[in-house]
């Protein structure tokens, strides 16, 4: 070990680790909320602001698009500025954009906002999780990142339940306001407890390399968030041709990489196998999830008639303990390792996809409680222990490289699963109405909603059977010998 990075060791033996995670965590928790928190409020905002919605989906689409972006170069930016300056940066841009949406006369200034509020959330999950990778050793890290998990599972479970109940009681600015003293409050004690953890190295910036990367990942994310929306389909200009640009971009993005000696996103992690093995089981896990987080409320409020503040409280229980168990799967990992938690955790997915299959009309609300619960915490079983094991292969001058791959692609699993699902259910929903003789009565309407949402549910079981094999393949990883040799003292 060089005399830097053995300085860099002594220095991390004497920072106090939980005021870090703590400011960390406020900051992180609040910009994840802000992504849920704004959906349920669309119908209000159409009304509100006269505008379409179509035009509205920008509100959501244009958020996915700046994070997507703006991830991918999180890898670049995280060595050449500290940790205070990239969280600070990112939390006084998210308090900005959560203060322009607050007092936003129309549409334009309300998007301007959210594109603000994108950038700054773009910039703070990779500055998280990447300071916790320089943080905590590998065997304390599981607990470290199962905290970490409790916000990011648990901010978007809870965003539709208490925006139903803000919008119950107060007009849609609130939803924003009430956000506003908590962005200020992290960046007051981000500012006096967040510590520099990581060396600023400066590499070289790569003009080529960032346009390839922003025309490439957002184009991916674009292209299938459009196609998400109820009036574009595959076949639609806005859908194909972000997807062909983005898709070439991207081939000739990675190629750059491969070939460069500072590249800005370093696609050799893949050359470690449980890393890889992540990546593909973290993407299966998030199109699965979102196949039942987007179908649930479309089968809640178009099959059973909830209202959307009922059907938020149904998804809350899951949301609620997939975070409360989040740091004690975190802490199994420490012990036992991924696989105690990652083949039972694939298991369960597998039986409780193949239920949600199941549901007709008949099935009561307790039943879907039930089996949005188990969902949950098989989720929970999966995604950290999977994360934190790929992590902990790759030496720590990939770090910023690896979470910026894992969040990245997570985002683009994000705008596929919406995009895939959506399509399928559709696509049922026609197929049903087709082999009417007439036109459909109420109670048809609600049997061919069933029919689609079945469709998208039987792909999701098929993705939940292929994480099941590969999780069969998990092995717990090691970090390089070089690294952790001085164990970090306790917070």
Request: hydrophobic share 55%.
């Amino acid at each position: 070990m060089n005399s830097t990075s053995t300085t860099q060791q002594q220095d991390l033996q004497n920072i106090k680790k939980l005021p870090i995670l703590i400011s960390l965590i406020i900051g992180a928790f609040f910009s994840i909320l802000n992504e849920t928190l704004l959906n349920i409020a669309l119908p209000k905002l159409e009304v509100a602001l006269e505008v379409s919605a179509s035009t509205l989906q920008w509100l959501a689409t244009g958020y996915m698009l700046v994070v997507g972006v703006l991830i991918p170069v999180s890898a670049l930016l995280v060595q050449w500025f500290t940790t205070r300056q990239m969280f600070l940066g990112a939390m006084v841009l998210f308090t900005v954009g959560t203060f322009l949406c607050g007092i936003a006369p129309n549409f334009e200034i309300l998007l301007i906002g959210r594109l603000l509020q994108a950038s700054g959330a773009g910039l703070m999950l990779p500055v998280m999780m990447n300071t916790i990778l320089v943080l905590y050793p590998p065997e304390t890290r599981g607990a470290a990142m199962g905290t970490i998990g409790l916000v990011i599972m648990f901010a978007p479970a809870i965003g539709p339940t208490l925006s139903g109940l803000i919008l119950q009681f107060a007009d849609w600015r609130w939803l924003f306001f009430l956000v506003l003293p908590f962005a200020i409050g992290s960046i007051v004690v981000s500012f006096i407890f967040l510590k520099n953890v990581t060396t600023v190295t400066k590499p070289r910036v790569d003009v080529l390399s960032i346009l390839l990367s922003t025309l490439g990942f957002g184009g991916i994310v674009f292209g299938f968030s459009s196609a998400g929306k109820a009036d574009t389909t595959w076949a639609s200009t806005e859908v194909y041709v972000p997807l062909i640009v983005g898709g070439v971009s991207l081939l000739l993005f990675v190629i750059r990489q491969l070939r460069s000696k500072e590249p800005m996103l370093d696609f050799r992690v893949f050359k470690f196998s449980m890393f890889t093995l992540t990546t593909i089981m973290l993407i299966i896990a998030m199109m699965t999830m979102f196949s039942t987080m987007l179908l649930l409320p479309f089968l809640m409020q178009g099959v059973f008639l909830m209202t959307t503040f009922a059907a938020g409280l149904v998804l809350l229980p899951g949301g609620l303990l997939n975070g409360l168990i989040s740091p004690v799967t975190g802490k199994l990992f420490d012990k036992f390792g991924p696989r105690a938690l990652v083949i039972p955790g694939s298991t369960l997915l597998v039986i409780i996809m193949w239920l949600f299959t199941r549901i007709d009309l008949q099935t009561t609300t307790t039943i879907l409680v039930l089996l949005h619960v188990l969902l949950m915490v098989a989720i929970a079983m999966i995604m950290m222990p999977m994360q934190t094991n790929g992590l902990n292969q790759l030496p720590q001058r990939m770090y910023p490289h690896g979470t910026a791959v894992l969040n990245t692609l997570q985002q683009i699993a994000g705008a596929i699963g919406v995009a895939l699902f959506i399509s399928i259910m559709t696509s049922g929903q026609q197929s049903y109405f087709m082999s009417l003789t007439a036109e459909p009565t109420p109670a048809q309407i609600a049997e061919g909603l069933l029919s689609g949402i079945h469709r998208a549910f039987v792909i999701g079981l098929v993705f939940a059977v292929i994480a099941l094999v590969l999780s069969l393949f998990t092995k717990r990883t090691k970090a390089p010998k070089e690294q952790f040799a001085a164990s970090n003292s306790p917070s």
